[in-house]
T-cell receptor, first 116, second 112 residues
Framework: EAQVTQNPRYLITVTGKKLTVTCSQNMNHEYMSWYRQDPGLGLRQIYYSMNVEVTDKGDVPEGYKVSRKEKRNFPLILESPSPNQTSLYFC???????????????FGAGSRLTVL | GIQVEQSPPDLILQEGANSTLRCNFSDSVNNLQWFHQNPWGQLINLFYIPSGTKQNGRLSATTVATERYSLLYISSSQTTDSGVYFCAVEQGRGSTLGRLYFGRGTQLTVWP
């Protein structure tokens, strides 16, 4: 089944404890991206990647890192999480570009992160 | 970056009613998509509609790119239409390719 898989789905952690949220897709998509969703703010793009070894900042990259060493994986790293990073995170992928050429942007199920 | 404004922020309907959701954007874009987030949080593609009109069952969408807005129409609404509707845009040119901007969404509640 074609899908984007995020792990963990739920996580409660403490300030300063490094964590990684993994994202994997099995559709050979070139484009992958991360978003955070906060009440009343919609989705905001954190980072995106047009292809392997190519990453760019989105709207809210501060406090996050990403890497794209292979096409299928795009992990989101919080080196020193803080309470303001408590949020619902989504990973997404598409064949090429975010929406370009009517490519369908496929989202993962989301990861709810709480930083105490 | 591009500002994306959606209205209304909240909408409460009786089953069977019709509704129109609006998305305004501050700059020219090459790509626009409507999404539905169901009550379980899942994000679902509705329409890719950078210009023109499309219909899919009870839902239809129109984008007037020259005037920088898009409309999503829901007819004969059902309780399963409840959730949040998002508009997202991408300029899709050169260095802006991949840079995606979402509106804050319209929270739709349909009562039986």
């Amino acid at each position: 089944e074609a899908q984007v898989t995020q792990n963990p789905r739920y996580l409660i952690t403490v300030t300063g404890k490094k964590l990684t949220v993994t994202c994997s897709q099995n559709m050979n998509h070139e484009y992958m991206s991360w978003y955070r969703q906060d009440p009343g703010l919609g989705l905001r793009q954190i980072y995106y990647s047009m292809n392997v070894e190519v990453t760019d900042k989105g709207d809210v990259p501060e406090g996050y890192k990403v890497s794209r060493k292979e096409k299928r994986n795009f992990p989101l790293i919080l080196e020193s999480p803080s309470p303001n990073q408590t949020s619902l995170y989504f990973c997404a992928s598409s064949p090429a570009g975010a929406l370009s050429g009517a490519n369908v942007l496929t989202f993962g199920a989301g990861s709810r992160l709480t930083v105490l | 970056g591009i500002q994306v404004e959606q209205s209304p922020p909240d909408l409460i309907l009786q089953e069977g009613a019709n509704s129109t959701l609006r998305c305004n954007f501050s700059d020219s874009v090459n790509n626009l998509q409507w999404f539905h987030q169901n009550p379980w949080g899942q994000l679902i593609n509705l329409f890719y509609i950078p210009s023109g009109t499309k219909q899919n069952g009870r839902l239809s969408a129109t984008t007037v790119a020259t005037e920088r807005y898009s409309l999503l129409y829901i007819s004969s609404s059902q309780t399963t239409d409840s959730g949040v509707y998002f508009c997202a845009v991408e300029q899709g040119r050169g260095s802006t390719l991949g840079r995606l901007y979402f509106g804050r969404g319209t929270q739709l509640t349909v009562w039986p």
